[in-house]
């Protein structure tokens, strides 16, 4: 169902993007995947939302101090952000940021655990998350990367009630995060040649319609190839990248 107006919890319904240079990541983003960036208004500290044909698909704002990174994050719907709060803490997690009001928007909190990673959880009020899923330049995938699979699992399970089905893909076992059945996220272990110091994160993919165009534009752009394009069975052709900042996603090509 590429058009969204919800999310069950338990289910990613939003990523944005943490940047030193917010005007450069307009302008990277606009022209790679032909986003408008709307600006959510001037208490939100330069936040904007990107959209595509007036449809919110992700968010971006600047960092807010010396040294933090720049990263994409990923946020996952719930109906009730201070319960899941004491579930992250009694499931061995830690409370970065929040529970707090943004608005009349919603409700958010920044968790995260050691087999995790970070994310964030989102309890919408005006805004629900994307409206636009699985479609060319909009979200398609949220997978955790992570050395500890089992301990993982188990903290998404306890805090969310998701469940695992164990696929094989490639020959590499593969978890398939799910919500009444629906395949909602994935989980695997850390792909090889990621730093030994690197922590568990959650990968971004974005569909587009060429991946390897995409990837060509991204590097004329002044983005930088992190995996070469290369066909995943039943999934699609898909690709690594990150921006002229550092922050890194993975972009497919979706099979019919």
Known sequence: MPERDGYAPGTPSWVDLTTPD?????????????????????????????????RRVAGVGPIMGEGQPTYWSTYFATDDVDALA??????????????????DAGRMAVFVHPAAGMFGAWQAGTHTGAQLVNEPVSLSWNALMTRDV???????????????????FGGAPYGVLTVDGEGVGGVSAMPPGVPDEA???WNISFSVADADATLAKAQELGGAVLLEPFDMDTVGRVAGLADPYGAAFSIVALNP
């Open 86 to 103: 004491g579930r992250v803490r009694d499931a061995g997690g830690h409370v970065l940021a929040g529970p707090m009001d943004v608005m």
């Open 199 to 201: 922590p568990a994160f």
């Open 150 to 168: 089992d301990g993982a699992t188990r903290f998404l399970e306890a805090i969310f009630g998701l469940t695992v089905e164990t696929q094989d």
């Open 22 to 54: 917010l005007e450069g990541a307009k302008a990277f983003y606009g022209s790679l995947f032909g986003w408008e960036a709307v600006d959510a208004g001037p208490e939100t500290g330069g936040y904007h939302n990107f959209t595509s044909g007036g």
